[in-house]
């Protein structure tokens, strides 16, 4: 299950007679039979001894400095035991669960243990002998299916907060219970998270919801309060629809999403455009909620990259039944085709919804104002969307007002995921039109394939 970039760059340190390991997260999934993101590996050379050791290979980062080795189209991380050592700031004692009788590997990979955020990621796997080194209690809180920070959470979340989002993505991702002290931490130093940089709070939600864990991970975020500050239009969603966490059916933001998390997975990510797209999408539905065979003609447009004609010619053949528990959907019966220019008029003003949602999406007073009729919620005027994603979201929708696009056609065949995860406008459409048909009309999977 080790991917052969990885295993090139074991081999080649290991050749030179350095220890290798690896280590953190790739590890934890490894044991569990789930296919890594990606493998991080630590070594006892040092940083430069390793850009030695390969033809192209450079060290990144000033306060963490590690090396990416360039392989087969591939980067690969690795990070030094002495580069690391440097860093350790936290007073080493016994407390910390000191390997008795320990010699000099042993401390070195106990002490960067302590630097990790979570037991089930403290982890080191020597591949060689086939065996794992646990000094944090990591394999006891895989068996429990629990997350819980390697030091008390309050401190854990003092030195680094995006350790309270990276909680909710690996228990969302893991189906992992986060462990009680945790929990408690994580509700309560919330607000932390707005410390962040736009462009990592951008990256962790993306890891969310980009990975194939995208309604787990919703669902946690609304349990512990950060949906309040990263995404207040969708906290208010959830207030307004009187949603509770057991809710399995009635949802639509979370049964889009459970639908785009049956296309995706770690290794088959997608390009964060369509998330965005997809949440905007949904709250100028629940603005306005909109008759079924509307919401399949958008979807068809979208697929057919603006064909509109086939769409509605296609959308008015649907017989099966729509899903009858949202309450974004009309139930009203319209008839569509005494006025044929109606469904056209009305598929347009959804394209022009969506356009103005994606919009106040990057406008701080829009956003302050989403929990502003909420006694209590916390306000955040949050906006981590660039300029450039927004442009690229605003394409995908584009082509409903603008008709067929020179050079674009409708998807044929299967998802490319290479494609998909690059923002390739044929496959993000086709994926964002699977996701809304098959959430609207959940019997009929046959039009948009």
Same mark, same amino acid.
């Given at each position: 299950?080790?991917?052969?970039?990885?295993?090139?760059?074991?081999?080649?340190?290991?050749?030179?007679?350095? /220890?290798?390991?690896?280590?953190?997260?790739?590890?934890?999934?490894?044991?569990?039979?789930?296919?890594?993101?990606?493998?991080?590996?630590?070594?006892?050379?040092?940083?430069?001894?390793?850009?030695?050791?390969?033809?192209?290979?450079?060290?990144?980062?000033?306060?963490?400095?590690?090396?990416?080795?360039?392989?087969?189209? =591939?980067?690969?991380?690795?990070?030094?035991?002495?580069? !690391?050592?440097?860093?350790?700031?936290?007073?080493?004692?016994?407390?910390?669960?000191?390997?008795?009788?320990?010699?000099?590997?042993?401390?070195?990979?106990?002490?960067?243990?302590?630097?990790?955020?979570? =037991?089930?990621?403290?982890?080191?796997? %020597?591949?060689?002998?086939?065996? #794992?080194?646990?000094?944090?209690?990591?394999? /006891?809180?895989?068996?429990?299916?629990?997350?819980?920070?390697? #030091?008390?959470?309050? /401190?854990?979340?003092?030195?680094?907060?995006?350790?309270?989002?990276?909680?909710?993505? #690996?228990?969302?991702?893991?189906?992992?219970?986060?462990?009680?002290?945790?929990?408690?931490?994580?509700?309560?130093?919330?607000?932390?998270?707005?410390?962040?940089?736009?462009?990592?709070?951008?990256?962790?939600?993306?890891?969310?919801?980009?990975?194939?864990?995208?309604?787990?991970?919703?669902?946690?975020?609304?349990?512990?309060?950060?949906?309040?500050?990263?995404?207040?239009?969708?906290?208010?969603? +959830? *207030?307004?629809?009187?949603?509770?966490?057991?809710?399995?059916?009635?949802?639509?933001?979370?049964?889009?999403?459970?639908?785009?998390?049956?296309?995706?997975?770690?290794?088959?990510?997608?390009?964060?455009?369509?998330?965005?797209?997809?949440?905007? +999408?949904?709250?100028?539905?629940?603005?306005?909620?909109?008759?079924?065979?509307?919401?399949?003609?958008?979807?068809?447009?979208?697929?057919?990259?603006?064909?509109?004609? /086939?769409?509605?010619?296609?959308?008015?053949?649907?017989? =099966?039944?729509? !899903?009858?528990? +949202?309450?974004?959907?009309?139930?009203?019966?319209?008839?569509?085709?005494?006025?044929?220019?109606?469904?056209?008029?009305?598929?347009?003003?959804?394209?022009?919804?969506?356009?103005?949602?994606?919009?106040?999406?990057? %406008?701080?007073?829009?956003?302050?104002?989403?929990?502003?009729?909420?006694?209590?919620?916390?306000?955040?005027?949050?906006? +981590?969307?660039?300029?450039?994603?927004?442009?690229?979201?605003?394409?995908?929708?584009?082509?409903?007002?603008?008709?067929?696009?020179?050079?674009?056609?409708?998807?044929?065949?299967?998802?490319?995921?290479?494609?998909?995860?690059?923002?390739?406008?044929?496959?993000?459409?086709?994926?964002?039109?699977?996701?809304?048909?098959? =959430? *609207?009309?959940?019997?009929?999977?046959?039009?948009?394939?």
């Amino acid at each position: 299950m080790i991917s052969n970039p990885t295993r090139k760059v074991l081999d080649g340190l290991k050749r030179k007679g350095y /220890e290798v390991y690896l280590v953190g997260g790739c590890v934890r999934d490894l044991i569990l039979r789930r296919t890594p993101k990606d493998f991080d590996i630590i070594t006892s050379a040092q940083l430069k001894e390793v850009v030695r050791a390969f033809s192209w290979c450079v060290i990144v980062g000033k306060r963490f400095p590690i090396c990416h080795v360039h392989i087969d189209n =591939t980067i690969v991380e690795v990070s030094s035991f002495t580069s !690391c050592g440097k860093r350790f700031s936290r007073r080493l004692t016994d407390d910390y669960g000191r390997p008795p009788d320990y010699d000099e590997k042993d401390y070195l990979r106990w002490r960067d243990s302590l630097q990790r955020d979570f =037991t089930i990621n403290g982890l080191f796997f %020597d591949p060689y002998a086939n065996i #794992i080194y646990d000094y944090v209690r990591g394999m /006891e809180d895989i068996r429990k299916a629990k997350v819980q920070t390697v #030091i008390p959470a309050g /401190e854990s979340f003092g030195e680094d907060c995006a350790r309270i989002l990276r909680a909710i993505r #690996i228990a969302g991702r893991l189906g992992f219970r986060i462990s009680r002290e945790t929990a408690y931490c994580i509700r309560t130093l919330s607000s932390k998270v707005l410390r962040l940089d736009k462009g990592r709070l951008l990256m962790e939600l993306n890891y969310m919801l980009a990975y194939g864990s995208a309604e787990a991970s919703l669902r946690l975020l609304w349990k512990y309060g950060v949906l309040d500050i990263l995404l207040p239009f969708q906290a208010a969603y +959830f *207030v307004q629809s009187e949603f509770k966490r057991r809710d399995k059916g009635s949802n639509m933001l979370l049964s889009l999403f459970s639908k785009l998390d049956e296309l995706l997975a770690p290794n088959r990510p997608c390009h964060s455009m369509l998330w965005v797209g997809i949440l905007a +999408f949904h709250k100028a539905l629940f603005d306005k909620p909109r008759h079924p065979l509307a919401v399949a003609a958008f979807s068809l447009t979208i697929n057919n990259s603006g064909d509109i004609v /086939e769409a509605l010619q296609i959308s008015r053949t649907i017989s =099966t039944p729509h !899903c009858p528990r +949202f309450q974004e959907l009309l139930q009203l019966q319209e008839q569509w085709d005494s006025d044929p220019e109606a469904l056209r008029d009305e598929v347009m003003n959804l394209a022009a919804s969506v356009k103005e949602v994606l919009s106040n999406m990057t %406008d701080q007073y829009f956003v302050s104002q989403a929990l502003a009729g909420y006694p209590g919620a916390p306000c955040s005027n949050l906006v +981590f969307i660039h300029q450039d994603l927004y442009i690229r979201a605003c394409r995908m929708f584009q082509c409903v007002t603008r008709g067929p696009e020179d050079g674009f056609t409708a998807k044929q065949g299967g998802i490319n995921y290479e494609e998909l995860a690059q923002g390739n406008l044929q496959d993000v459409r086709h994926t964002f039109a699977r996701v809304v048909f098959d =959430t *609207v009309y959940p019997l009929d999977r046959s039009l948009v394939r």
